[in-house]
Each structure stands twice: as structure tokens, then as C-alpha cells.
């Protein structure tokens, strides 16, 4: 079963940091591009960052705050999240994709995660 499975999410105060972590199981992902969305209430589903064989991605609003790191050994991606501001608060989704030249709209991506909540008070 190709699965990817979140974790690492929970309450956190502003200026804070949290690390989510996204195991896939299922099959390998090492051509994959990995990302992780968001999902703010009332929201939609927004990029926040990828990675794959030929780089990273980060949505301007994570810009310098965010980093993004895969293990392809473990099948594992992290999202590194420091200086969170209450805006960061959203269901986080870890998402894979084998397209190339995309822009990573929710569209483009093959698989998701059933995402975990971090919520950050001010």
C-alpha cells in the first residue's frame, strides 16, 4: 500500500519552531518531488515548500523561515519550521508527485498524506 503518513505537528507559540516529518511507504520515492501544502481554515490548500533531485521550492511566505530536507535512504521529507508567526496555523500535507516542469498546484501532485494540525497562538 503506497501510503505517506505525517507527524509532528501540535501547539506551538509564536516565534516558535516545530519539525514535521512525512514517512512514504509503498514504494520508492527518490524520482519523486516532495512537498509539503497547507490548509488554513476557510482556506485552500496552499504550497508551502519541495524538494526534489534538482532542488528546493519555498512559497515567499516561508521564504528563509522554512527548510525543507529529504532522506531518500529513509523515504523520509522534514519541514523545518522556525520563527512561526499564527498565520502558520493549517492542517500540514505532505504530497508527492513524479511530473517534471509543474508548479506545484494541488492538482499536480499523485499522493497525499492525511496531514497533521499545527496551531500557533500568538
Known amino acids: 500500500q503506497v501510503q505517506l503518513v505525517e507527524s509532528g505537528g501540535g501547539l506551538v507559540q509564536a516565534g516558535g519552531s516545530l519539525r514535521l516529518s512525512c514517512a512514504a511507504s509503498g514504494r520508492t520515492f527518490s524520482s519523486y518531488a516532495m512537498a509539503w501544502f497547507r490548509q488554513a481554515p476557510g482556506k485552500e490548500r496552499e504550497f508551502v515548500a519541495a524538494?526534489?533531485?534538482?532542488?528546493?521550492s519555498y512559497a515567499d511566505s516561508v521564504k528563509g523561515r522554512f527548510t525543507i530536507s529529504r532522506d531518500n535512504a529513509k523515504n523520509t521529507v522534514d519541514l523545518q519550521m522556525n520563527t512561526l508567526k499564527p498565520e502558520d496555523t493549517a492542517v500540514y500535507y505532505c504530497?508527492?508527485?513524479?511530473?517534471?516542469?509543474?508548479?506545484?498546484?494541488?492538482?499536480?501532485?499523485?499522493?497525499w498524506g492525511k496531514g497533521t494540525l499545527v496551531t500557533v497562538s500568538s
Open positions: 504530497a508527492a508527485t513524479s511530473r517534471f516542469g509543474i508548479n506545484y498546484a494541488t492538482r499536480d501532485m499523485d499522493l
Open positions: 524538494a526534489r533531485r534538482s532542488g528546493t
